[in-house]
């Protein structure tokens, strides 16, 4: 368990839906990003958010937002879903700037819309 | 703007051979972080290591090694006797270290290890 949870495992949903992603951070951590990995794309950051606010922001559609909370957990709306939205989603954290480590991963929440 | 280069995409090896994988960064920051995860099937991201730009020290843990080439930009990462158990895809990454915040990692395109019993 790397501390960093990520709900549902596990989302399969028709094109067109809508879908919310949960990640809860490793406990201390302020900093909570999250990252698509596709085959086609591979491993891209989409967005980050320290302490409540958004810090960075990197390829995410207009139709993806975000919002941390102030127990410091995150969520990931995926609107108007299509076929090329299928892809694995990564939550991530970390601590303070200076963090003695890497980024802790959750383990995934993989998505297929059909 | 940040690029990862994994030149390798797929190496196959036989168990015990070593195997080096490749990771090549650019970059106009002078400060940075520069790290590899390892994917296994099960398909988490496992922290391998990071290593800061200012620190070119080379670094070796167990059967695992790291060749941090600032010269180069090259971060390259030594499995010595390889294993059936290290078959994953590696991602070598890089982020910024500027005091802003901003932390978002830029992968590369992984590198798939098959080791072969």
């Known amino acids: 368990d790397s501390g960093v949870t990520q709900t549902p495992k596990h989302l399969i949903t028709a094109t067109g839906q809508r879908v919310t992603l949960r990640c809860s951070p490793r406990?201390?951590?302020?900093?909570v990003y999250w990252y698509q990995q596709s085959l086609d794309q591979g491993l891209q950051f989409l967005i980050q958010y320290y302490n409540g606010e958004e810090r960075a922001k990197g390829n995410i559609l207009e139709r993806f937002s975000a919002q941390q909370f102030p127990d410091l957990h995150s969520e990931l709306n995926l609107s108007s879903l299509e076929l090329g939205d299928s892809a694995l989603y990564f939550c991530?954290?970390?601590?303070?700037?200076?963090f003695g480590g890497g980024y802790t991963f959750g383990s995934g929440t993989r998505l297929t819309v059909v | 703007a940040q690029k990862v280069t994994q030149a390798q995409t797929e190496i196959s090896v036989v168990e015990k051979e070593d195997v080096t994988l490749d990771c090549v960064y650019e970059t106009r920051d002078t400060t940075y972080y520069l790290f590899w995860y390892k994917q296994p099937p099960s398909g988490e991201l496992v922290f391998l290591i990071r290593?800061?730009?200012?620190?070119?020290q080379n670094e070796i843990s167990g059967r695992y090694s790291w060749n941090f080439q600032k010269s180069t930009s090259s971060f390259n990462f030594t499995i010595t006797a390889s294993q059936v158990v290290d078959s994953a895809v590696y991602f070598c990454?890089?982020?910024?270290?500027?005091?802003?915040?901003?932390?978002?990692?830029?992968f590369g395109s992984g590198t798939r290890l098959q080791v072969q019993p």
């Open positions: 406990s201390g951590d302020l900093s």
């Open positions: 990454a890089l982020s910024e270290a500027r005091d802003t915040g901003r932390r978002a990692l830029t």
């Open positions: 991530a954290s970390s601590g303070t700037f200076d």
């Open positions: 290593r800061n730009s200012f620190d070119e």
